[in-house]
Every structure is written in structure tokens, then in C-alpha cells.
């Protein structure tokens, strides 16, 4: 099993930056992509941002130009950095992995517990 933990999540105004990181651990594994979604109130659940193991990314259109994800895949880590944050980024931040694992399917999928990001306007 692959658990995801994430960090980086607080309080900014709007205008502001902040940068999330999500670390993957486990044993016999190898992730495939990883990304980030997010979950505002009252709304489904969203792609934000992901990229390949071959580090091919993209992006949400809403967030195009302003985050940025990077990935080290030595250490199953991945960032997003958040320039320019609005409002209506606000939202629950959740990180998300795929690959190949000791399961029975031999692929797995993991979400990470969430973290808050609130933007004030």
C-alpha cells in the first residue's frame, strides 16, 4: 500500500504564494503519475495539476500560467507551487498517485488525507 502525505497548506491573501509537497511512500512500488485535485464547498472534486514519470505535466485551465508542478521521482515527491492565488482557489487540496504496487491488480491509485489552502480576498 502507497500512503501519500501531504504539506504546505495555510492562510494567504489574495495575490499571495504558497507551495504544496506530497511525499509517497511504501514498499514495491513505482508511480506512474502524480497530481493534485481540489475540492471546494459544495463542489465535485477537480483536477488541478499533474505530471508523468516522464515528466510530461498539465494543468487545469483555471490555474494555467500561475502553478507550477515538479516531481523528484528519486524521492516520490511532488510539488505545486501557487503564484498569484485568488480567492476561488480556496479549496481542499488533495494529492493523488498512480502506478504499478504490490496489489492484486498490480497497479494501485492512493489520495493523500488533504490540506487546506484559503485565499482571503
Known amino acids: 500500500q502507497v500512503q501519500l502525505v501531504e504539506s504546505g497548506g495555510g492562510l494567504v491573501q489574495a495575490g499571495g504564494s504558497l507551495r504544496l509537497s506530497c511525499a509517497a511512500s511504501?514498499?514495491?512500488?513505482?508511480?506512474?503519475?502524480m497530481g493534485w485535485y481540489r475540492q471546494a464547498p459544495g463542489k465535485p472534486r477537480e483536477l488541478v495539476a499533474r505530471?508523468?514519470?516522464?515528466?510530461?505535466?498539465n494543468y487545469a485551465d483555471s490555474v494555467k500560467g500561475r502553478f507550477t508542478i515538479s516531481r523528484d521521482g528519486a524521492k516520490n515527491t511532488v510539488h505545486l507551487q501557487m503564484n498569484s492565488l485568488k480567492p476561488e482557489d480556496t479549496a481542499v487540496y488533495y494529492c493523488?498517485?498512480?502506478?504499478?504496487?504490490?496489489?492484486?491488480?498490480?497497479?494501485?491509485?492512493?489520495w493523500g488525507q488533504g490540506t487546506q489552502v484559503t485565499v482571503s480576498s
Open positions: 493523488n498517485a498512480v502506478g504499478l504496487g504490490n496489489t492484486a491488480s498490480g497497479s494501485f491509485g492512493s
Open positions: 511504501g514498499s514495491s512500488f513505482s508511480i506512474n503519475v
Open positions: 505530471i508523468s514519470s516522464a515528466g510530461v505535466s
